[in-house]
T-cell receptor, first 114, second 115 residues
Framework: QQQVKQSPQSLIVQKGGISIINCAYE??????FPWYQQFPGKGPALLIA?????SEKKEGRFTISFNKSAKQFSLHIMDSQPGDSATYFC?????????????FGKGTKLSVIP | NAGVTQTPKFRVLKTGQSMTLLCAQD?????MYWYRQDPGMGLRLIHY???????AKGEVPDGYNVSRLKKQNFLLGLESAAPSQTSVYFC??????????????FGQGTRLTVV
């Protein structure tokens, strides 16, 4: 059973456009929702994260929107740039569970074309 | 700072051979994890450790063993490699605590091919 579902699988956006990646989760015990960015040949790196007590978090051009009742969260990349081309993973974890293990979505490959 | 270092970066094994992947972190983190990444599958947790001397199974532990004899090192072993274990393996570590700054740091990955 996949606990975090991510869509779309791939996304092509023009430079300057908005990239939107969506995730849905099933386990209501999740209380931490990070997004990771991965460039080819590199390990994932934390991009931005949110807790369910807020509905939105913004850091520069990156925004997480969170809908607790719908069990959904999304990443918005404003003014998308070719340097944003990477694979993005949403994830979820239970902060008080002891292991803090992350459950990942399957990833979205973003291509920003000039 | 080196962060999380994985050794080796690439390896080709024949079916049935054994090998050990080494993960070393210099951040004094308590928690360490081994994930595998396959196309279209995201990252799946193999094993993890919540401290020196402890290990536990993750989502896909079959065919792998781990050890954490020293706090800074987390070893992933394949006793008898199978083609299904062809993957990119990532090690990660994180510190204690529940704050928003207690993120997981990932290594650069080990690309393993089993032929």
């Amino acid at each position: 059973q996949q606990q975090v579902k991510q869509s779309p699988q791939s996304l092509i956006v023009q430079k300057g456009g908005i990239s939107i990646i969506n995730c849905a989760y099933e386990n209501t015990a999740f209380d931490y929702f990070p997004w990771y960015q991965q460039f080819p040949g590199k390990g994932p790196a934390l991009l931005i994260a949110i807790r369910p007590d807020v509905s939105e978090k913004k850091e520069g051009r990156f925004t997480i929107s969170f809908n607790k009742s719908a069990k959904q969260f999304s990443l918005h990349i404003m003014d998308s740039q070719p340097g944003d081309s990477a694979t993005y993973f949403c994830a979820a974890s239970i902060r008080g569970a002891g292991s803090y293990q992350l459950t990942f979505g399957k990833g979205t490959k973003l291509s920003v074309i000039p | 700072n080196a962060g999380v270092t994985q050794t080796p970066k690439f390896r080709v094994l024949k079916t049935g051979q054994s090998m050990t992947l080494l993960c070393a972190q210099d951040m004094n983190h308590e928690y360490m994890y081994w994930y595998r990444q396959d196309p279209g599958m995201g990252l799946r947790l193999i094993h993890y450790s919540v401290g020196e001397g402890t290990t536990a199974k993750g989502e896909v532990p079959d065919g792998y063993n781990v050890s954490r004899l020293k706090k800074q090192n987390f070893l992933l072993g394949l006793e008898s490699a199978a083609p299904s274990q062809t993957s990119v393996y990532f090690c990660a570590s994180r510190p204690l605590g529940q704050g928003m700054n207690t993120e997981a740091f990932f290594g650069q990955g080990t690309r393993l091919t089993v032929v």
